[in-house]
């Protein structure tokens, strides 16, 4: 319709290729925080600070499980505890059957559980993997508060499955009494194992990071943006999303392990509402749908926590005002207010 | 005569006790700009989105490319080959205009669970999406967010998006629906080229652009087709004129 410019349009239309963004430098600056404050912690003698950066890392994780839902794919999902309550139990009744010498099941292969980090690792991803696609190959049929509603109930369902199951604690919990074991590494240190939790959230932000600027990743951003306008260009946003929401709950479900790994105890209270709550709480503060987004979200709640809990029992009190400013003023969350609006490309 | 490409016959669709789609049946060939014509709340958009799949008729047939295709929902019959522009654009608002073609791109190619390979460097993808820019008249908007682009420009992306997903029938719905005097003229021109490409199932207001245009027309009218036929043959009907052309038989 127009005159042909004659240029190759690769050139003036691609980006320089590396170029640094200011959402990199602060990724990069969260990232080396995270890192840095354990070991700040031991060099002021105060080892507590290593497990609470820990929990900064496991929270992180789980909510980059749940951000590629809820951020990249639009799926405000209110039930990922669930995801994050199966890891934990994964975790727990395979210390507790490793610890007793306790066959956890005697067909195909004798099985006694395992304290290995790694085995548990894989049970959990597997198991809140199955969930999710139980789950989600449900609640993906519905949309919107329905999904909202959903979601919850199954966790809700899960819940009170754990309540009631005897064998594992019920009400009570399960506590590990020994963290399980990682090859090479002593993860009764708390260094050892903030290392390994840090690690891994690493290795998913970097998978969330290739996922997104994916063909896969491009079909799910645009289904969140636009759901009729990716069908009807011939790709199903159910499978997409199906995908995705099992790959989610595997990430939050690893999460759930190193979260039991990390109390040496797994109760209810990790699968219930107010958990999944607080996951979609730490994506709203971080930035929703931003890579880093869970990093921030997860070291300012973590630090919140701690900082105004000493103060007054009521700290949620001020947490709710800060989520409200949060979602008044800056829609972005922290990552939004810092490094500024999201370009795609 | 050959098979034409889209083949409805007898097409029913009722919302209670309005028959919206009342026994309709049209066929599209091989080369050529069919026009659906009629009056507001005549039915054309239900129409369309029986033909696309997004609603489901009662009763009746919708054959494409020789294979029944009734049954199949949205993105099936999308992957057959059915291009869908809206009446009211419909695109990624957040995406840019390049990654909305992209992904028509992507669809085409049937390749959407690929996880690692990132798109924009990925010239399989931006090349056919920068082509079907540049023919549209948009490469030097490509990187602009389809929320930001005017609203004839988001037309002229919606006609890229199908241009780009290798449609074997376009469907177009008022593509020409407030673009202006000037950017209708110029969008006429490029579907009169286009029709070569694929058949084009036309649904428009702009009584120019059809008369232009058309190969056929097709008169809706309270969901029944009243006259199909040439351009010359449905000015002068005088069914169409009173029911629809607003002049006395």
């Not at chain 1, 951000?67 to 934990?88: K, P, Q, T, Y």
């Amino acid at each position: 319709m127009m005159p042909k410019s004659g240029r190759r349009f690769s050139e003036k239309i691609m980006p320089k290729r590396g170029s640094i963004t200011r959402e990199t430098m602060v990724n990069a600056a969260l990232g080396l925080f995270l890192m840095a404050l354990p070991f700040g912690a031991l060099a002021l003698g105060e080892p507590f600070y290593v497990s609470l950066a820990t929990r900064m890392a496991i929270l992180a994780l789980a909510a980059v499980g749940l951000n590629l839902a809820l951020g990249f794919g639009g799926l405000v999902s209110f039930g990922h505890a669930a995801f994050f309550g199966i890891g934990g139990y994964a975790a727990g009744i395979l210390a507790v059957h490793a610890f007793n010498a306790e066959p956890l099941f005697s067909w195909p292969f004798e099985f006694s559980g395992s304290d290995r980090i790694p085995v548990v690792w894989l049970v959990a991803a597997l198991f809140s993997g199955l969930a999710a696609l139980a789950i989600g190959a449900i609640s993906l049929r519905t949309s919107g508060v329905y999904f909202i509603m959903i979601t919850l109930a199954f966790a809700q369902m899960i819940y009170y499955f754990a309540i009631s199951w005897p064998a594992y604690g019920g009400e009570d919990g399960l506590s590990i009494t020994v963290r399980g074991g990682f090859p090479g590494l002593n993860t009764a240190m708390p260094m050892s194992f903030f290392l390994i939790c840090y690690a891994l959230l690493m290795a998913a932000l970097a998978t969330v990071w290739r996922i997104r600027d994916s063909r896969f990743g491009a079909a799910l951003q645009a289904a969140r943006q636009n759901e009729v306008r990716v069908a009807s260009t011939g790709i199903e946003p159910f499978r997409i999303r199906l995908a995705a929401f099992v790959l989610s709950g595997m990430i939050t479900g690893v999460a759930g392990a190193l979260f039991a790994d990390l109390n040496r105890f797994v109760s209810p209270s990790m699968i219930s509402w107010q958990m999944s709550g607080e996951l979609i709480v730490l994506i709203i503060l971080g930035g929703t749908g931003r890579l880093f987004g869970p990093v921030a979200g997860a070291i300012l709640f973590v630090l919140l926590e701690f900082l105004l809990g000493g103060l007054t029992e009521r700290w949620q009190l001020f947490l709710g005002l800060i989520l409200l400013g949060v979602v008044l003023f800056a829609r972005g969350g922290l990552i939004g207010l810092i490094a500024g609006r999201q370009r795609h490309g | 005569m050959a098979e034409p490409i889209l083949d409805i016959r007898n097409l029913s669709k009722s919302f209670g006790a309005l028959k919206a789609t009342d026994g309709v049946s049209l066929d599209l060939r091989q080369g050529e700009i069919h026009a659906l014509i009629g009056p507001n709340g005549a039915g054309k958009t239900t129409l369309i989105q029986q033909i696309c799949g997004s609603l489901t008729q009662d009763s009746g047939s919708i054959r494409f490319l020789g294979q029944d295709i009734g049954g199949l929902g949205v993105a099936a019959r999308a992957r057959r080959g059915l291009g869908r522009t809206f009446q009211i654009s419909s695109l990624a608002p957040d995406f840019s205009a390049l990654r909305n073609v992209m992904l028509a791109v992507q669809a085409r190619q049937g390749s959407s669970f690929r996880f690692l390979r990132n798109v924009m460097a990925d010239t399989t993808l931006t090349e056919p999406a920068m082509n079907a820019l540049e023919r549209v008249g948009l490469a030097g908007r490509a990187r602009i967010p389809a929320a930001e682009l005017s609203h004839g420009e988001r037309r002229q992306l919606e006609i890229a998006i199908v241009l780009a997903s290798g449609a074997r029938a376009f469907l177009l719905d008022e593509p020409m629906a407030g673009m202006g005097p000037e950017g209708s003229r110029t969008l006429t021109g490029f579907l009169d080229g286009l029709r070569a490409e694929a058949p084009i199932l036309l649904v428009e207001h702009d009584m120019d652009a059809v008369f232009a245009l058309a190969d056929r027309i097709s008169v809706l009218v309270y969901g029944k087709i009243i006259a199909t036929g040439t351009v010359d043959e449905i000015r002068n009907d005088p069914a169409v004129r009173t029911a629809y052309l607003g002049e006395p038989a």
